[in-house]
């Protein structure tokens, strides 16, 4: 398996591996990939045999970006990389794929204290919660979004 940047010739792959983990994440079209991409602090895709099977969007303070997560986050923390989705393939889930996703990310962000996400509590991804927990998430709230999915707001001190 190889981590490395994402791409912008890599976003059809990731589009589609996107929408088909919805309602885990919410769903992207080409544009709003591309968005992200070009907003965020850090983007990565897992490769196998020259096939994408995940990839993840981070931000940083500042960016424009408008989620209401992100947005929760802004207003709590200053210095901090924001996991805003992290997807792996079905037939990739398991194997350890997401746990080297995260530990290539806290390498980029290194010096950046705390990493950030949250996970859908309504409708529930015990999936998420648990492998959160194992590495070292702590729930720091939790919010009612508009679009009615509840979440925990989690924190990762980097320090």
Partial sequence: MDIRRLLTDDLPACVALNNG?????????LAKMQTLLDESLLSLVAEQEGEI?????NFGP?????????LWFCERYDDFAYLDRIVVSPDARNTGIGTAMYAAVEEHVAGI???????????????????????GFVEVGQQETPYGVLVSMLAKDLR
Avoid: K, M, Q
């Fill in 21 to 29: 983990a919805v309602p885990a994440v919410s769903e992207a079209d």
């Fill in 53 to 57: 099977v995940g990839f993840c969007v």
């Fill in 62 to 70: 500042g960016a424009s970006y408008t989620s209401v997560n992100y």
């Fill in 113 to 135: 204290p705390w990493l950030l996400c949250e996970v859908n509590l309504r409708p529930r991804n015990d999936g998420s919660l648990r492998f959160h927990d194992r590495i």
